[in-house]
């Protein structure tokens, strides 16, 4: 068990780094030194975020069954820092953008505006779609990669969402419905001459949550090892192949908990999600008082399995970025309560479809270590 909240490396190893760094007038041949040396003078790039691979569960998988990875365990490179929350919605947009959460203010799976609590993949609250009153641009204001545009493949139920055009918007976009096209476009793509093709796979993260770790894990661990290998087939002489992920997991399975009373009777409501909740108090002015009464009753109830800070501790830490924008800190609740061990944390107006075996969003190592790995055309 992590002894404390980890902390992004913004300044350093973090996915919010990639795309500056391949994009900025440097291009391959002035990279931070986190990036693989097989990177350096690549004339195209391809990054491909393969959504809930973490670094020390990829680890565990090629110990226990090295025939599930066998082109990612040969790859260069090593873990970097993702962003807080590690949750989907934050890291993805935090990747395409190069800017940190407390920038781009999409700070949770689940966000409060102005008391209405917002599910942000669905863009939905509890009364249904909230596009037109809140408007992807205006919500996210930090245009994706550098300001160009450059060819995306992601799957096609995906088109159109508010979500993509949040963190996506005004990008070359090539969908796909199976995962072998992805392989085409993106062989087809590079013998046009793109410099850097952007992909995405979410499968990992479906089958984690969905069945937790194990041989359907492994399975889908070597499903992606085969796209990976396959993409990395298809590549012309100096050209790249990087790999990355938005967050890592845990196994919680049926280990989840509600917040005690002496907590959640202080509450209007919370955001977040399971392993990284929100406390919104009451109405009226949030002295420290108040602050603290809640602060001590989670601690006290909780404080076994989870980590208690406010939002300012967490804003001034700088977990969420050096600088948090004063809209992005009205998104935020008063406490955040982060799971340690291996639980989450229920709120009644937060179900899911089905019981959700593996979860993310806290800032342990296991959500916030992911790879950043790297194979060069020979």
């Known amino acids: 068990m992590d002894a404390a909240p980890r902390r992004p490396d913004y300044a350093g190893a973090c996915v919010t780094n990639i795309v500056p760094a391949l994009l900025g007038p440097g291009g391959t041949d002035s990279l931070p030194p986190f990036f693989p040396d097989c990177v350096r003078g690549a004339r195209q ?30 790859m260069q490179g090593g873990s970097i820092t ?48 909230v596009r037109r009153r809140l408007m992807p641009r205006e919500v996210q204001p930090c245009p994706p990669f550098l300001g160009a545009t450059i060819p995306v493949l992601s799957k096609a139920e995906f088109d159109g969402t508010a979500f993509t055009e949040a963190h996506l918007r005004d990008q070359k976009m090539f969908s796909w419905r199976a995962m072998s096209s992805m392989v085409v476009d993106v062989r087809n793509l590079l013998a046009r001459g793109e410099r850097f093709v952007y992909c995405y796979y979410d499968g990992v993260d479906k089958i984690a949550h969905e069945r937790g770790f194990g041989e359907h894990y492994d399975a889908e661990v070597l499903t992606a090892d085969r796209l990976v290998a396959d993409i990395a087939a298809s590549l012309p002489r100096e050209a790249v192949l990087l790999v990355t992920a938005d967050h890592g997991q845990v196994m ?61 501790e967490m804003i001034e830490a700088g977990y969420f970025g050096r600088r948090v924008t004063d809209v992005v800190r009205r998104r935020c609740g008063d406490v955040a309560v982060m799971a340690k061990d291996d639980v989450s944390f229920d709120d009644p107006a937060d179900k899911s479809y089905f019981q959700l075996q593996c979860r993310h969003g806290s800032l342990t190592s296991a959500e916030i270590d992911v790879p950043f790995l790297a194979i060069r055309a020979r």
């Open 252 to 312: 919680v399975g049926e280990r989840t908990m509600p917040l005690a009373h002496d907590v959640t009777r202080h509450l209007s409501h919370q955001s977040g999600e399971g392993r990284f909740r929100w406390l919104h108090l009451n109405a009226g002015p949030v002295d420290a008082g108040r602050l603290d009464e809640v602060v001590v009753a989670a601690r006290t109830h909780h404080g076994d399995v989870a980590w208690v800070m406010t939002r300012d």
């Open 45 to 74: 790039v391809v990054l491909l975020v393969v959504d809930g691979l973490g670094w020390h569960q990829l680890q565990d998988s090629i110990r226990s069954n090295p025939a599930c990875a066998p082109t990612l365990a040969t």
């Open 82 to 129: 993702t962003v807080a929350p590690t949750t989907t919605v934050t890291a993805l947009t935090s990747i395409a953008t190069g800017a940190a959460p407390g920038e781009h203010g999409l700070v949770g799976y689940r966000i409060d505006f102005a008391g209405r609590v917002v599910q942000m993949l669905r863009w939905a609250d509890q009364g249904g779609d």
